[in-house]
């Protein structure tokens, strides 16, 4: 039912082209976040979804932290490194992707070039109203 309802909410807000700004906060790091959506998941109470893109100027990085979210990343350009605390570091090339769980705690978030920039878009599922990022302890 999760997927379902999710897959149908994703669908309809792209095809809408909603953009809401709702408790989005930026990024640690020099990466530039930018809040597209907050909405709460039908038929899941107390759970909502937030997408953002964020955009690594060359050789930018994000400092260690972590996300109270399922966090799916998919890399719109350039490629970046990433890597939680007992996983290797891999890198991301545009189109693959990454998932981090609540559990984890985000180490390695930086663009893998020292000349391009990377982007990625990144779509949280949470607790409705918690902070989409802290940062590590």
Known sequence: MFRTTFTALLAALAAAG????????DAPGSGTVT???TQALAGIEGKEVSMVTVTYPP???SSAHRH?????????EGSVVMQVDGGAPV???????FHE??????RVSRNASDTKPAKILAILVKDQGSPATVPAS
Do not use: C, K, M, R
């Open 35 to 37: 809040p597209l959506l």
């Open 68 to 76: 109270n979210a399922d966090v799916f990343v998919y890399v719109l």
């Open 91 to 97: 890198t991301l090339e545009a189109g693959q992707t």
């Open 59 to 61: 050789g930018g990085a």
């Open 101 to 106: 769980s609540p559990s984890d705690v985000h």
């Open 18 to 25: 909603a953009i809401l700004a709702d408790d989005v906060q």
